[in-house]
């Protein structure tokens, strides 16, 4: 078996100063499974989406039709686990309701008094099983955090696992979770996951992987807030629908239901991917099915279909992987550049772990024909849980990388003329710096820490954070020349109002200079006595020449 899941995410902007006022409207809106306050490290479940949950697994369980006795288990039984639970009135309101194609048959053990039963009737709606999802991956989440990162960390975000979307490729149900994450500085982090599973690793096609098209998807109609019977609306369905328009009714979803603006950036969606081999026994050391696959790889690296794979030579392929390596083990690799990431999985990583769990009811489940179908489940369950402990810190370098972004397009596109301009984009890039740097992150030193570094120098973090600093110099230097140069022009200004005051000022001066100095001066005097006026207009427009030479050459110096 070869499973997949992709997370693609969606960056959105509000002004921290709304924070409180944003997370209180989404916890009042009830458009999630459940909430986690990352800070008390509780999560919170939301009971009107579980009694709608409940209602409906218990309606399913009465009205869809038994299927056929398929395993050889000593009881077969239908159960309906919440008749008892809600009152009349739920019941009878669920039971008037439509039944769709949206649920699943499930098989369970039971054991009781030393036997094992096997009970093949029950009835799971998707929701279901897509609400146990999201109630694990927020659990698997909050673990990486609490594991590795720092309590000042976990202060500044909280995370809600929104309501997800019903949807189909080829003819199945895929399994999708949205994870909502807010963090104080004025960003949510949307982040959708799916995956699948083929028999083999899939061919490339036409169009880039990334450019996922679902046959037909459901949402609930966007509201501000949802009662338990909301829930039961006739969804909005959908045909032919790429993931990135799914993305975009999650954006518009949030929207509605903050008060507050929110900014979407439509040009910067990051992805990731996680490849698992599960096939046994054919590739106990994973990089036998890495090279095996290297082309689809390529191809996921680049974001690019079958036709632009088909252009590189074997060479190119093999230096694009050791670039975009970030760590390998005998079990796993894990990829990443600036466009995306791969985390690659070999089924020896869990292989132990899955016959351990499975080891109780191994012949119950090969009599049931079940042991390789439930060794499937644990392998992709903990696949699901393994990949956050890279991934979660693949989310904090793009949010790094975000801001950086932005700070840089601000830079390249505003014009910046005073030192308290600067001064305000300069605490804007330091506090990027601290809040994101690998000290201020984790606990301790060790492998998390190392894979974050080496992530920014993938993501091109590092690159665009060293071309930020360096352009925050160059502004420097201008700021300063710039002020050089309004000080200059104000000296300027005051010497040229300075000269006029001393010319016009000076004649007065010069008059009693001439007549009451120079005309008193033996030899000198007789002469200024005879044309005082002329004498002192001479002296004046001596004067004027040697403020007019003055002033044009400061200008011209000034000029330089």
Not at 44 to 58: A, D, P
Not at 255 to 260: A, F, G, P, V, Y
Not at 261 to 269: G, P
Request: proline residues 3%; aromatic residues 14%.
């Amino acid at each position: 078996m070869f499973y997949k899941i992709f997370n693609i995410y969606s960056i959105i902007n509000f002004s921290s100063e709304n924070y409180e006022k944003i997370i209180s409207d989404t916890r009042e809106s009830y458009a999630y499974v459940a909430y986690i306050d990352t800070e008390k490290g509780k999560g919170t479940e939301n009971n009107r989406y579980s009694k709608y949950i409940n209602l409906k697994q218990g309606m399913y369980t009465r009205k869809v039709p038994t299927k056929k006795k398929e395993i050889n288990g000593p009881i077969y039984t239908i159960i309906d686990p919440n008749i008892s639970k809600y009152d009349k009135e739920d019941v009878a309101f669920a039971d008037d309701q439509p039944i769709g194609d949206d649920y699943y048959y499930e098989k369970q053990f039971i054991k009781q008094d030393d036997i094992m039963y096997t009970i093949n009737h029950i009835v799971n709606p998707v929701e279901r099983h897509l609400q146990h999802l999201a109630l694990d991956t927020e659990e698997y989440i909050q673990n990486v955090d609490d594991k590795y990162l720092k309590k000042e960390q976990l202060e500044t975000q909280m995370r809600f696992s929104l309501i997800p979307f019903i949807a189909k490729i080829g003819g199945e149900f895929i399994e999708p979770t949205v994870i909502a994450t807010f963090y104080k500085q004025g960003i949510v982090t949307l982040n959708i996951m799916i995956s699948s599973e083929n028999k083999k690793v899939p061919d490339l096609k036409s169009d880039p992987e990334s450019n996922i098209i679902f046959d037909e998807v459901e949402f609930l109609p966007i509201k501000k807030s949802y009662y338990s019977k909301d829930y039961w609306q006739k969804k909005v369905k959908r045909k032919n629908i790429p993931i990135h328009e799914v993305l975009n009714h999650y954006e518009k979803w949030l929207k509605e239901i903050c008060s507050s603006k929110l900014i979407t950036n439509d040009d910067y969606k990051p992805t990731s991917w996680v490849l698992c081999d599960f096939e046994k026994n054919k590739n106990p050391e994973h990089k036998q099915f890495v090279n095996n696959n290297k082309q689809y790889y390529f191809g996921l690296l680049r974001n690019s279909g079958k036709h632009y794979v088909s252009l590189f030579n074997n060479e190119t392929i093999v230096e694009e992987f050791k670039a975009s390596l970030v760590s390998e083990n005998k079990y796993s690799h894990f990829y990443c550049n600036e466009t995306t990431s791969i985390l690659s999985i070999g089924y020896m990583l869990f292989y132990e772990t899955v016959k351990d769990q499975l080891k109780e009811n191994e012949t119950q489940l090969k009599k049931e024909n079940m042991y390789d179908s439930e060794m499937n489940n644990i392998f992709k369950e903990l696949a699901w849980h393994h990949m956050y402990e890279f991934l979660r810190f693949y989310e904090l370098t793009f949010i790094k990388k975000f801001y950086l972004r932005n700070l840089l397009n601000n830079l390249n596109t505003k014009v910046y003329h005073t030192l308290s301009e600067y001064n305000s984009v300069k605490r804007d890039l330091n506090f990027i710096k601290l809040l994101y740097d690998e000290e201020s992150i984790f606990l301790t030193d060790g492998s998390p820490k190392k894979l974050y570094c080496k992530l920014e120098e993938k993501t091109k973090t590092s690159h665009i954070l060293s071309k930020v600093e360096s352009m925050f110099s160059d502004l420097r230097d201008d700021i300063d020349k710039n002020r050089e140069f309004e000080i200059k022009k104000n000296e300027s200004f005051i010497f040229i109002v300075s000269s006029l005051l001393t010319v016009l000022l000076a004649y007065n001066g010069l008059k009693f200079i001439t007549i009451d100095i120079l005309g008193n001066l033996p030899i000198v005097g007789e002469y200024v006595d005879n044309h005082p006026l002329r004498w002192t207009i001479v002296f004046w427009l001596l004067l004027v020449g040697v403020m007019f030479f003055l002033n044009i050459r400061r200008q011209k110096s000034f000029n330089k």
